[in-house]
């Protein structure tokens, strides 16, 4: 069985399942971190990978940039491949202060300006909140490595260059921390398939200090973050 956009056959895919939104970060990862992999599908580019880590099966996927690509990839493999487990590893842009490149969020919630998750709940407001048990456990791992993570409030936007001086303002005074553009619709769609979802994202610019990492460090260069994430699903 195959879905209009993954040609794997239906047992290719791990139960916990690692989603980079650069499909090369996928491939990244794959070939660092896991053992026996097999790349399980390869449409449009945006490439999945099934293996092992540290013994135990893992899968990693591309989703693409935006709530719309990584919620149309998450729901093909909750819904046609039984993936229970969904941990996004993406980039992030920092608006609290004290954060610096390379630093690790996550984020327990996440805000957004897009429509998405209201159209899923009858134009109601919907509470984009990581799986507590999840976050329990990779937060558990983190206490135990003693790991500088930032936990916090993030914003999903829509807009990679909507970020004007009042907007960065607001969002510091209601508290988040960082933003990207998937986790709020990751979170509603996974609780729709009674999944467990999560987002580990690393700071690959800051939007106080306007430093920015390069595409190859984005694709390449969050070792440290994947690294802990596996450990700590693996533990
Ligand atoms: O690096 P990824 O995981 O793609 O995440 C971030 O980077 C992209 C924007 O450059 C958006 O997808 C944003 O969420
Ligand atoms: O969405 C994103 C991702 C990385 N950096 C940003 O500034 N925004």
Do not use: W
């Amino acid at each position: 069985m195959t879905t209009p956009h993954i040609n794997a056959p239906r047992d290719a895919f791990a139960a916990t399942c690692l989603l980079p939104g650069d499909p090369l970060r996928a491939k990244f990862i794959a070939e660092t971190f896991l053992e026996d992999v097999t790349c399980v599908t390869s449409v449009r580019n945006m490439l999945g990978f099934t293996g092992h880590y540290k013994g135990q099966p893992i899968s990693v996927m591309g989703t693409g940039m935006g709530m719309p690509s990584c919620v149309l990839y998450s729901t093909e493999l909750m819904e046609f491949y039984g993936v229970q487990r969904l941990v996004r590893v993406g980039s992030c842009g920092a608006v609290e202060p004290s954060l610096r490149l390379n630093d690790i969020v996550i984020a327990h919630a996440a805000s957004t300006d897009s429509n998405m998750n209201r159209k899923h709940f009858a134009g109601m407001d919907y509470s984009a909140a990581a799986s507590p048990r999840l976050l329990q456990r990779v937060l558990n791992y983190v206490d135990q490595q003693k790991a500088n993570v930032a936990v916090g409030q993030i914003f999903s936007t829509d807009n990679f260059y909507s970020a004007p001086v009042e907007q960065l303002k607001l969002l510091q005074a209601m508290g988040i921390i960082a933003v990207e553009m998937e986790a709020a619709g990751l979170y509603a769609a996974a609780a729709k398939y009674k999944a467990q979802a999560l987002t580990v994202l690393t700071v690959s610019d800051s939007l106080v200090t306007d430093e920015h990492l390069d595409a190859a460090a984005r694709e390449a260069g969050f070792s440290q973050m994947i690294e802990l994430t596996l450990d700590a699903l693996v533990s």
